[in-house]
């Protein structure tokens, strides 16, 4: 029963991912005051089954000098660790234990990092193994800063089970408790997930696509989609982890669809950070104030065990 649920949760997520998309084309368009996709359907409601379409029927490219097991299965590791993330959405009934849940999390999104290496490497492109330098850069250096932020929120809840968060957050939501860190962890979202003003992954005029240059068709679409399951998801735990955690209510989910519209209204208005600035905001701002807050919270915690 756990399996057949699974199977229809990722069947949601998919679907979910291809209507963000034609959510993020409508909101840009009519951010640079222009209309987006408004031809297929109902005011383009048709849109992403017709780019999904156009983009397993195109030719699969070979790039000459490739690596060409690893070009090929690159993309589907990071599908495939993008859905077992989905894993540790909050079912009231599983099968599975997941005590520790937030540690499976991290493991997970430090296993993403190789699938990016290994696209870029095996393109055997010099704009793909740049693009896939510069991001696995900098995922690694907010992961640093991410796992920080979850831990303070840890010491709250004293568990690594997120169901712990919807029964901890039941009359104060942690945003009023920890709501400088609220900002660094959706910053670091952006960084994690590589959106702009953070998408140095994909630097169009330096770097053409980033790690993705060399994929077309069917390849391509698996980065696509495992890129943007990774935003809902994120937008989800964040929902959980600061906004309450209510899964019975309409509330929480509508709280999760806001965050993902913030995702692409970031995109539309910021401009692209320097490299050399990024690295400073994570290494200098993020990781000692985090790591301040939780020595701050922790030692909270040891005045009122012992008083």
Do not use: H
């Not at 990024?278 to 990781?287: A, I, S, V």
Request: charged residues 10%; contains cysteine; neutral net charge.
């Amino acid at each position: 029963m756990f399996l057949l649920n699974y199977l229809l949760l990722l069947i949601i997520v998919l679907v979910c991912v291809s209507f963000v998309t034609l959510l993020e084309r409508k909101v840009l368009g009519y951010i640079q005051l222009r209309k987006g996709p408004n031809k297929l359907g109902l005011i383009g409601i048709l849109q992403p089954f017709s780019d999904g379409i156009k983009l397993f029927f195109k030719e699969q490219p070979n790039p000459t000098g490739s690596n060409y097991i690893i070009y090929f299965v690159s993309p589907l590791f990071l599908l495939f660790m993008s859905f077992i993330l989905w894993l540790l959405f909050p079912f009231l009934v599983n099968i599975y234990n997941f005590n520790y849940g937030i540690l499976f999390f991290m493991m997970c999104t430090g296993m993403m990092v190789y699938g990016v290496m290994l696209s870029g490497w095996s393109s055997n492109s010099n704009y793909a193994l740049l693009g896939c330098l510069r991001s696995v850069a900098q995922v690694i250096s907010y992961e640093v800063s991410m796992m920080m932020i979850m831990l303070c929120l840890i010491i709250f809840v004293f568990s690594y089970n997120l169901f712990d968060f919807m029964n901890y957050q039941k009359y104060c939501w942690f945003i009023f408790m920890s709501f400088p860190l609220f900002f660094c962890w959706i910053s670091s979202c952006l960084a994690e997930t590589n959106r702009s003003p953070f998408d140095f992954a994909e630097g169009e005029s330096e770097l053409v696509s980033g790690f993705n240059v060399e994929y077309g068709s069917g390849g391509f679409a698996f980065i696509f989609l495992s890129e943007y399951m990774n935003i809902i998801f994120m937008s989800l735990l964040t929902s959980m982890m600061f906004l309450g955690c209510d899964l019975f209510s309409f509330l929480f989910y509508f709280k999760t669809t806001i965050l993902v519209f913030w995702f692409i209204w970031v995109r539309g208005v910021m401009p692209r950070f320097r490299y050399d600035k990024l690295m400073y905001l994570t290494w200098k701002l993020f990781l000692p104030f985090s790591l301040n807050m939780f020595i701050f919270y922790l030692s909270l915690l040891v005045f009122e065990f012992y008083y």
